[in-house]
């Protein structure tokens, strides 16, 4: 037998004898795996910015429309500082925008979950801030933490409340079916 003959030989035995063993690495959750956790221990932020009060309450009605923001995002216990760390930036620079009404935050350590909520004025405030600097560097360093992310936002028409945080995640369960 040739030596690169046998090469290939012993190569085909040892890939079909990996893929053989139960030594797989498991299967990486899917989004709908991980919105299905139980977040019974959520800790929550109350709203704040230039439409709510010192106690998250809203100081006059939302304007109609307005548009909201909402994100989740699932990371592994070994990766919730470095996470926070990415996500920490934002979290600051989200009130410096103009156009913003508000933002709620909230986190499942059960879960490993970590949700926003925010409310614009308009889409191009809202723009701003997502594409912005801040926000752009924190979305690209902050993914590798992740186990999953999902986003969704629309033009309040009918209610000039916040949402609930039962509200968005229908929301994002509507989105992702």
Not at 128 to 150: C, D, N, P, Q
Request: include cysteine.
């Amino acid at each position: 037998m040739q030596p690169r003959t046998a090469f290939y030989a012993l190569s085909f035995l040892l890939t079909a004898a990996a893929c053989d063993s139960n030594d797989d690495p498991p299967e990486e959750p899917t989004i709908a795996e991980l919105a299905a956790c139980d977040e019974s221990d959520m800790q929550y932020v109350p709203f704040m910015g230039p439409a709510f009060d010192d106690n998250g309450e809203l100081v006059a009605p939302l304007p109609q429309p307005h548009i909201v923001a909402s994100t989740v995002g699932w990371h592994t216990p070994e990766n919730r500082d470095a996470l926070q760390g990415e996500t920490q930036p934002p979290t600051m620079d989200i009130f410096t925008h103009e156009g913003l009404l508000g933002a709620g935050f909230a986190w499942s350590d059960k879960c490993g979950s970590a949700r926003t909520i925010s409310l614009w004025r308009d889409d191009a405030s809202r723009r701003k801030f997502v594409y912005g600097t801040v926000h752009s560097a924190a979305i690209m360093k902050g993914l590798k933490y992740t186990r999953g992310w999902e986003t969704t936002n629309w033009s309040e028409t009918a209610s000039d409340k916040p949402p609930t945080w039962d509200d968005v995640r229908a929301r994002l369960e509507a989105v992702r079916k």
